[in-house]
């Protein structure tokens, strides 16, 4: 079985996350520079990517 088709659900969390933690960065953000996560674009799209993937991987079945 293909891996992509396998963990879709998965992947699509990954995706909705990394958006969703680059919109998070964009609209609130951390205007001192000093939170670790939203200080930066990439820390908070690879934070909303792992979330959002692990979030998503609950629901995912697997089929043998």
């Given at each position: ?22 919109l998070y ?40």
């Open positions: 079985m293909n891996p992509i088709y396998k963990y879709r659900l998965t992947l699509f969390g990954i995706i909705a996350g990394a958006l969703a933690g680059y960065y964009n609209f609130v953000g951390c205007e001192s520079g000093s939170c670790i996560i939203t200080s930066r674009p990439l820390n908070s799209t690879l934070y909303g990517a792992l979330m959002g993937g692990l979030l998503f991987n609950i629901f995912q079945t697997n089929k043998l």
